[in-house]
């Protein structure tokens, strides 16, 4: 006799019902998983994720260029090169003041 011949009904029952149980939780599972909340929500969460990761990277390089700048116009000690500054600071007054003299030009038109 072989071991299928030798179960009882009430353990080919008992083995039915277990079955069933965990067939019915893997179709509970599945309709979750398919469930178009549970989709939407698993899209957000990735896109998310895709934008923070995108955000932090964006926030390293911003820091590390910051960083480079400061560097340009601060010395280790923390005083300010004025051999830098002053020449930069220079241009800036001139390009402000062509800006508003070829707007004064404008207008006088």
Do not use: C, W
């Not at 019915?24 to 698993?42: F, M, N, Q, S, W």
């Amino acid at each position: 006799m072989s071991e299928a011949d030798a179960r009882t009904p009430a353990e080919i029952e008992a083995d039915i019902r277990r079955r069933r149980v965990l067939l019915a939780e893997t179709l509970d599972e599945i309709g979750v998983r398919v469930h178009p909340k549970t989709i939407a929500g698993d899209a957000k969460a990735k896109a998310t994720a895709k934008v923070d990761q995108t955000l932090g990277r964006a926030y390293v390089e911003v820091n590390r260029t910051l960083s480079g700048v400061r560097a340009k116009f601060v010395d280790e000690e923390g005083s300010p090169r004025l051999e830098r500054i002053v020449p930069v600071a220079v241009l800036v007054v001139g390009v402000v003041g062509l800006v508003v003299a070829s707007g004064r030009k404008g207008k006088k038109k």
